[in-house]
């Protein structure tokens, strides 16, 4: 049978934000994206990144092959999956939440990046900005135990003097503090190799003053638009030949700072992001 005859499963999305507009790039071509929907009743009637959001009640009676739960709080999936069932539908649902625990793309590239900084023997050591808790600084950790790895965070949330930039230009509604369940302990303890870790607090990039290496992979997670700006500013021209900047929240609806700051640089230097499809939009530039 010719695959363009084959008939297409018939996909709705249950949540009109950053991930739902992510999960329409994961559905493969034996899949046809018939709408989204939301409790959200201001957007029924309207278009989501060109499809039409229906109801709930409108989407059961679509009676798609599947819906996608696409919201990350793992107790919303729940009750959002209790509410399709009760309003009769008998279909398939997936919960995008319980793919997250099994696949998480941006660690999936991290790990083929680091195959390739392995073979093709990228020199220089590794560090990350905006460290949080510490979750992805422990996969670099784990794949680079031999390597030095530079991690630079308040430890404390959101600087106020980065808020104010975000709220000047209406990047986010950050606000002081966000971030702040953390400490070098907390990240220092989900470490496997913790003796190699070099941990730099404060306002960066003043806590990079007097750093000299060379890096071959940098994860910049700092959700805001002026330590992402000082963070390309600062790394890309260490970064060895072949080097990897990974930028998480490059597409991320709710921190538009991040994407504005690196198109930025990447507009003064001719250098160009690729972005990823994980949930929150990643992206990696390569140093030529």
Not at 12 to 17: L, Q, R, S
Not at 53 to 70: C, E, K, M, T
Not at 204 to 225: R, W
Request: with cysteine; net charge negative; glycine share 10%.
């Amino acid at each position: 049978m010719n695959n363009n005859s084959e008939v297409k499963k018939r996909v709705i999305i249950f949540g009109c934000g950053r991930v739902g507009k992510m999960a329409a790039k994961w559905l493969g071509p034996d899949c046809e994206l018939i709408g989204f929907t939301d409790n959200d009743q201001e957007k029924w009637g309207r278009a989501f990144g060109g499809v039409k959001i229906f109801s709930p009640a409108d989407a059961v009676r679509q009676g798609p092959d599947l819906i996608w739960i696409a919201i990350v709080n793992r107790s919303a999936c729940s009750s959002v999956e209790k509410q399709l069932m009760d309003m009769g539908y008998n279909g398939k649902i997936y919960n995008i939440d319980a793919l997250r625990e099994v696949v998480d793309l941006r660690l999936a590239a991290l790990r083929m990046i680091a195959e390739e900084v392995r073979h093709r023997q990228i020199p220089g050591e590794m560090a990350e900005l905006g460290v949080y808790r510490g979750r992805f600084a422990a996969e670099m950790n784990r794949l680079f135990p031999e390597r030095k790895l530079y991690l630079f965070d308040t430890f404390e949330g959101f600087d106020q003097r980065d808020i104010d930039v975000e709220l000047d230009h209406g990047f986010s509604r950050a606000q002081a503090g966000g971030f702040n369940d953390t400490s070098e302990s907390v990240v220092r303890d989900s470490l496997p190799h913790s003796d190699r870790a070099v941990f730099k607090k404060g306002y960066f990039p003043d806590t990079a003053a007097g750093i000299d290496e060379y890096f071959a992979l940098v994860s910049i997670d700092a959700d805001l638009y002026q330590p992402v700006y000082e963070g390309m500013k600062y790394f890309y021209p260490k970064l060895s030949s072949g080097g990897c900047i990974i930028v998480h929240d490059y597409n991320n609806a709710h921190f538009k700072g991040v994407g504005e700051a690196v198109r930025r640089y990447c507009r003064e230097h001719m250098i160009f992001p690729v972005p990823l499809c994980d949930l929150h939009g990643s992206a990696i530039i390569v140093k030529q």
